[in-house]
């Protein structure tokens, strides 16, 4: 049988061609002519103006930073506390008032001294302690002086004839020779120069305190200890002024002026 044919055959799919799509396809990968993409360009930024003309903002910032005229993070607007403003009447902090311009303070240690040092950098007041320290302290020398001189220069030196019967007997058994007023003699001389270094001595403690030398104090302190085998008899006398004037050297305005002193010493280094 002849086969019969369609009046109108359909025809294969011609392919179509690149710069002629079709309408009912989507339509990627499309490369416009560079007159297009003038144009398409054009029309963007036409379109952003006026968008922008509308709104009255200025243009976007780039990724990350801030719209401008504000900061970042919710911090204040520069020139402002971050804790609202300065109370009413008050100027804020670091301006003073009346239009006078910023006071600056130091901070520690720029000429001010550490704690424990005295605050004082002038003459330094001595106290009416260190005065009697000073004076109890010569009249300590003074009596003690004065009680070993009338000691020494006494009739055989203060001792009774048995004594001296004693020790004559004592020097014979030891067979020493010597006559006890010629032993006396010698010990009168070794006693006035002896007396003579430990009124020095008074004399230097005294003198150092009053120019407020703590080493001076620190021997007087212990000279006044070692006076106290002395404390009977006249000698109480001079132990009881000497041992006054160390305390009065360790009382609190005392103390105060051997410190003002020896700051200034060290800064004068």
Not at 37 to 61: D, I, K, N, T, V
Not at 120 to 133: E, V
Not at 237 to 258: D, H, N, Q, T
Request: no cysteine; hydrophobic share 35%.
């Amino acid at each position: 049988m002849n086969e019969q044919h369609p009046e109108h055959p359909e025809q294969p799919d011609e392919p179509q061609q690149p710069d002629q799509p079709r309408d009912d396809r989507p339509q990627y990968g499309i490369r416009l002519t560079p007159e297009q993409q003038a144009e398409h360009q054009a029309r963007l930024s036409q379109a952003q103006q006026e968008r922008q003309a509308q709104q009255g903002q200025h243009p976007a910032p780039p990724y990350g930073q801030p719209p401008q005229g504000q900061s970042p993070y919710g911090q204040p607007p520069q020139g402002q506390s971050p804790y609202g403003q300065a109370p009413y009447g008050q100027p804020p902090q670091g301006y003073s008032a009346y239009g006078q311009p910023p006071v600056y303070q130091p901070g520690p240690g720029y000429g001010y001294p550490g704690q424990g040092v005295p605050q004082q950098l002038g003459p330094i007041t001595k106290p009416t302690t260190i005065d009697r320290s000073y004076w109890l302290i010569l009249a300590a020398g003074l009596a003690f002086l004065v009680i070993e001189l009338f000691s020494l220069f006494s009739p055989n030196m203060g001792l009774t004839p048995e004594m001296l019967d004693l020790y004559q007997e004592q020097m014979d058994a030891a067979g020493l020779a010597i006559e006890m007023q010629s032993f006396l003699e010698s010990v009168r001389i070794f006693a006035v120069v002896f007396t003579a270094l430990l009124v020095a001595l008074y004399w230097l403690i005294a003198t150092g305190i009053r120019r407020g030398s703590n080493v001076a104090r620190i021997f007087g302190t212990i000279f006044a200890v070692l006076s106290l085998t002395s404390a009977f008899g006249p000698g109480l006398i001079y132990v009881a002024l000497g041992v006054a004037g160390i305390v009065f050297a360790y009382l609190r305005p005392s103390s105060e002026y051997l410190r003002a002193k020896a700051w200034e010493k060290a800064m004068r280094r």
